[in-house]
């Protein structure tokens, strides 16, 4: 369990850009409102494209790391 | 009901939108020209059909409210059922334009189609990913700070790999000042492989960009947005002095490029050369600059136009002459060029993902078909979403083939 105690994890790994993206916006929907979204990918164009996501929607992304092939985004929705 | 669409069509309703709403006469010519229709028969897919939907929504605004001839315009009211066919009309769309090519009038139904999206999405009726992801685009820029460091550090992982498995002096170049050429990609690196090494096999000078062209914005119609993303590219050129920008196989991309950006940033891009890299590529081979193995590749194989390659932008003899140099069994599949049938999965609608996914496999069945015919083994086509698409149909229909791009066949039969 990470510092941020998600209420939710997507696994994305294994999918191509811009399909993190897409099931993100998808699963953020799914939880509530403050609650954390946990987003697992390997595309490491996943690293700008969720950035820039979290951006331009308004959520929050609280952190995102690197863990060996994995790409891991911790995103509070906001609204 | 629909307010705020209609207020929204109303507000950005043309002089073309205007003509084409006015002279569609409903003929008929573009009924069987739309692969959604031939085979879904539903008459919300029909082109004429969703002309009149938005018409008859825009009309039905203030101004129109009680006129005289609402009886003519067999105006039943903006409810639900409209609401219903309106998202089927606008989203199940690849704004392919084949029907504007039977059209008599050459209405341009996907025109019409860009502003119904944008309206629709003020109403929040249809795949607001594919806007999300827009937004994103434009928001990149300002994030680019953030993520350069780790951007250049994949690429040099990338160069590294290359150098040991193609040549010891390719480079990978990025916010190379002076280069002529700024490439855009797509994310992932399978739009900056086969790139790099025909680059460095033509000498080129090139540097590889920050950004990526895809441009969901003008999917859904949201110009301004559209306009935004892009400009983050054409800044890019401008400061790092580039006189080229080349945009990789994305056909919706290389559309905005090559129809849309004088039109958008006039004197900044004045002079510029803006070219696909399918079209650079071909030139490349014409002036000698890169030799590659004739007849390499000993399978049957075809290619598909790419609607916004082909139709809306004209490409059509240089990927095939690519592919011909380098293949020894090329079949053309009938129609083809500006006649081909668009794969189904244009105009945003891969983003959509499980929204759209039966719609897409619906309207790609003119395209199996074509397929079939072929009896290729590998489909070659030079726009990414087009190669989505495929790879759906392929696993979807069992088509036992294999999606290639034209560049990645160049690239692997280069002679350095």
């Not at chain 2, 039966?358 to 290729?376: H, L, N, S």
Request: charged share 25%.
């Amino acid at each position: 369990m990470s510092e941020f105690s998600p209420e939710k994890t997507l696994d994305a790994t294994g999918l191509k850009c811009p399909m993190p993206v897409v099931k993100t916006s998808k699963e953020i929907k799914s939880i509530s409102v403050g609650a954390v979204l946990e987003v697992l990918a390997t595309d490491p164009g996943s690293m700008a494209d969720i950035m820039a996501w979290t951006k331009s929607t308004g959520n929050e992304l609280l952190k995102s790391a690197k863990d060996g092939d994995v790409f891991k985004f911790y995103i509070r929705r906001v609204k | 009901m629909l307010k705020k669409f209609i207020d929204t069509v109303s507000g950005r309703i043309s002089r073309p939108l205007k003509y084409y709403e006015d002279i569609c006469v409903r003929c008929g010519a573009c009924i069987d020209a739309c692969h959604f229709y031939a085979a879904s028969k539903d008459p919300a897919h029909i082109p004429a059909y969703r002309m009149m939907l938005v018409k008859k929504a825009h009309q039905s605004g203030e101004a129109g409210k009680g006129a005289l001839l609402d009886w003519y315009r067999d105006f039943e009211g903006a409810d639900s059922a409209m609401a219903a066919q309106l998202r089927t009309a606008m989203w199940e769309c690849t704004g392919c334009r084949r029907c504007a090519v039977f059209c008599p009038f050459d209405l341009d139904t996907g025109l019409l189609v860009s502003s119904g999206r944008y309206a629709m999405l003020q109403e929040e009726l249809g795949p607001e990913i594919i806007a999300e992801i827009g937004g994103a685009e434009v928001s990149k820029g300002e994030i680019i700070d953030f993520i350069k460091e780790f951007y250049v550090e994949q690429t040099k992982e990338l160069e590294t790999r290359l150098r040991e498995e193609f040549d010891p002096g390719l480079e990978i170049p990025v916010e190379k000042e002076g280069a002529r050429v700024l490439y855009v990609p797509l994310v992932g690196e399978h739009a900056i492989i086969p790139a790099a090494k025909i680059f460095h096999a033509a000498g080129e000078s090139w540097t590889l960009s920050l950004f990526t062209a895809t441009n969901h914005s003008y999917f859904v119609g949201d110009m301004v947005k559209a306009q935004q993303a892009a400009n983050w590219i054409v800044q890019e050129a401008r400061r790092l002095g580039a006189t080229s920008i080349v945009y990789p196989e994305c056909g919706h991309a290389s559309r905005t490029l090559l129809n849309y950006f004088d039109a958008w940033f006039g004197a900044e891009v004045e002079g510029m050369e803006k070219i696909n890299i399918v079209n650079l590529t071909h030139q490349y081979l014409k002036e000698g600059k890169i030799r590659v193995k004739p007849e390499l590749f000993n399978v049957p194989m075809t290619y598909h136009d790419s609607c916004s390659l082909g139709r809306s932008s004209g490409i059509y003899e240089e990927p095939r002459e690519l592919i011909q140099i380098v293949a020894t069994d090329y079949r053309e599949m009938t129609p083809n060029r500006e006649l081909q049938w668009c794969c189904g999965g244009g105009g945003g609608l891969i983003a959509a993902a499980e929204e759209l996914y039966d719609a897409r496999m619906q309207g790609g069945i003119p395209k199996v078909e074509q397929i079939r015919k072929t009896e290729a083994q590998w489909v070659v086509t030079a726009c990414e979403n087009c190669k989505a698409q495929l790879e759906d149909l392929n696993e979807h229909y069992d088509l036992n083939i294999e999606i290639k791009g034209v560049i990645d066949l160049v690239a692997d039969a280069l002679m350095l």
